[in-house]
């Protein structure tokens, strides 16, 4: 038997909890389906000693301050899980948990959306199912011929799962810093490589700027002023206090990427060779999309084009969290209110035609 939602918003991880939030308050009918079986996206999944790069009345959801907790500056995904489950709980937001969206079909003047509990149909979707569930691994010659153990950043928990071990971390971006500084810092022998030198944020930077950066740049672009660079023009790794201090301990000396891996380890462009037993892709994420392939909307690198939230070639569908192209900041917790605030909007607007 069909459900029927006059929305279904895909996905209940903070950007499908901040749809809901908005969704509530302009009264409009919706349900959550979420593929994890708990509260919390995926910051249930991450490795243990994570820190968030704001403080967390800087991380907050709409209509609720994260909570700080007392001598603690930047929270752990521990603390944004119990937020999230707070916030779902708060808000009575009805969260079908366990469920996850299948394919997404035009259905006449609606969507059907097939799940793998049976088939929802709705007159608006949010895709809000963010990119945890698709690793990005890069192509790089001898990864097929390696003997030892390779994960990406999502099985990566914590150091003493390497004790021992000889890791090569592969990737220069925050993910690749702090689990680099993590293995470090427990004195694990560790090889950290990057393709071009880390570039650290000022000392001083932390999500809080970056939110303002990322805003400003958006709003130059849609103003037709030149393109500031954004957040990437300031560095790419925040210095959370880890990172700070396995660098100062002079434990996180990068070098350039490898050409292969080989059975044993890896070897660079000058013959140099590292013996290892594990490499651990820190290489970032895709957008986790692939339910919306039955509406042929797919561009260029793997993106749906939009307008702001709002699905360029199906006006019923948007697009949540994802990154900067489905709004500035969209991706982080404090940014992705913004977004949702206008999606919402938009698509009370299109209920009420
Ligand atoms: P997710 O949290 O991934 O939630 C998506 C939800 O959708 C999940 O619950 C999943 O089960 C569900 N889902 C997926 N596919 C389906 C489907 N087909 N059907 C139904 N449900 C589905 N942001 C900050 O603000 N501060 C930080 O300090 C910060 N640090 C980060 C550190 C790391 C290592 C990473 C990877 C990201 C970090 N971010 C940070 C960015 C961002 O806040 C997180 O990635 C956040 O989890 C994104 O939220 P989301 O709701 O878009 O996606």
Same mark, same amino acid.
């Given at each position: 038997?069909?459900?029927?939602?006059?929305?279904?918003?895909?996905?209940?991880?903070?950007?499908?909890?901040?749809?809901?939030?908005?969704?509530?308050?302009?009264?409009?009918?919706?349900?959550?389906?979420?593929?994890?079986?708990?509260? /919390?996206?995926?910051?249930? %999944?991450?490795?243990?000693?994570?820190?968030?790069?704001?403080?967390?009345?800087?991380?907050?959801?709409?209509?609720?301050?994260?909570?700080?907790?007392?001598?603690?500056?930047?929270?752990?995904?521990? %603390?944004?899980?119990?937020?999230?489950?707070?916030?779902?709980?708060?808000?009575?937001?009805?969260?079908? =948990?366990?469920?996850?969206?299948?394919?997404?079909?035009?259905?006449?003047?609606?969507?059907?959306?097939?799940?793998?509990?049976?088939?929802?149909?709705?007159?608006?979707?949010?895709?809000?199912?963010?990119?945890?569930?698709?690793?990005?691994?890069?192509?790089?010659?001898?990864?097929?011929?390696?003997?030892?153990?390779?994960?990406?950043?999502?099985?990566?928990?914590?150091?003493?799962?390497?004790?021992?071990?000889?890791?090569?971390?592969?990737?220069?971006?925050?993910?690749?810093?702090?689990?680099?500084?993590?293995?470090?810092?427990?004195?694990?022998?560790?090889?950290?490589?990057?393709?071009?030198?880390?570039?650290?944020?000022?000392?001083?930077?932390?999500?809080?700027?970056?939110?303002?950066?990322?805003?400003?740049?958006?709003?130059?672009?849609?103003?037709?002023?030149?393109?500031?660079?954004?957040?990437?023009?300031?560095?790419?790794?925040?210095?959370?206090?880890?990172?700070?201090?396995?660098?100062?301990?002079?434990?996180?000396?990068?070098?350039?990427?490898?050409?292969?891996?080989?059975?044993?380890?890896?070897?660079?462009?000058?013959?140099? %060779?590292?013996?290892?037993?594990?490499?651990?892709?820190?290489?970032?994420?895709?957008?986790?999309?692939? %339910?919306?392939?039955?509406? /042929?909307?797919?561009?260029?690198?793997? =993106?749906?084009?939009?307008?702001?939230?709002?699905?360029?070639?199906?006006?019923?569908? =948007?697009?949540?969290?994802?990154?900067?192209?489905?709004?500035?900041?969209?991706?982080?917790?404090?940014?992705?209110?913004?977004?949702?605030?206008?999606?919402?909007?938009?698509?009370?607007?299109?209920?009420?035609?």
């Amino acid at each position: 038997m069909t459900q029927i939602s006059d929305v279904l918003v895909v996905g209940g991880g903070q950007a499908g909890l901040a749809a809901g939030y908005h969704l509530r308050r302009l009264g409009v009918e919706f349900t959550v389906l979420d593929a994890d079986t708990a509260p /919390g996206g995926a910051w249930q %999944h991450t490795w243990d000693s994570l820190r968030l790069f704001s403080p967390a009345a800087y991380s907050s959801l709409p209509g609720r301050i994260m909570p700080g907790r007392p001598g603690e500056t930047y929270p752990d995904a521990g %603390h944004v899980v119990d937020y999230l489950a707070d916030y779902e709980k708060r808000y009575e937001l009805p969260v079908q =948990h366990g469920v996850r969206a299948q394919a997404v079909h035009r259905d006449g003047g609606r969507l059907r959306v097939e799940t793998d509990a049976g088939d929802w149909s709705a007159r608006a979707v949010v895709s809000a199912t963010g990119t945890w569930s698709r690793p990005f691994l890069p192509a790089v010659p001898g990864r097929d011929i390696f003997t030892g153990r390779q994960l990406h950043t999502v099985a990566y928990r914590r150091p003493a799962d390497f004790a021992g071990r000889r890791v090569v971390v592969v990737g220069g971006g925050n993910s690749g810093a702090q689990i680099a500084a993590d293995l470090a810092l427990a004195g694990i022998d560790l090889t950290w490589a990057t393709q071009r030198p880390p570039r650290y944020l000022a000392d001083d930077i932390d999500g809080r700027i970056l939110f303002d950066v990322a805003t400003a740049r958006r709003r130059a672009l849609d103003e037709g002023r030149a393109d500031s660079g954004g957040v990437a023009s300031l560095g790419d790794i925040v210095a959370v206090p880890p990172v700070r201090a396995a660098r100062a301990a002079g434990l996180l000396a990068a070098r350039p990427m490898f050409t292969r891996l080989t059975a044993t380890g890896a070897t660079w462009a000058d013959g140099s %060779h590292v013996e290892a037993d594990t490499v651990i892709w820190c290489t970032g994420f895709r957008p986790a999309l692939a %339910h919306l392939a039955p509406l /042929g909307l797919r561009g260029t690198r793997g =993106h749906i084009p939009t307008e702001g939230t709002q699905a360029a070639g199906e006006p019923r569908l =948007h697009l949540l969290g994802y990154g900067d192209w489905t709004g500035p900041a969209s991706a982080t917790l404090i940014g992705v209110g913004r977004a949702a605030r206008d999606a919402a909007r938009q698509i009370a607007r299109l209920l009420s035609t």
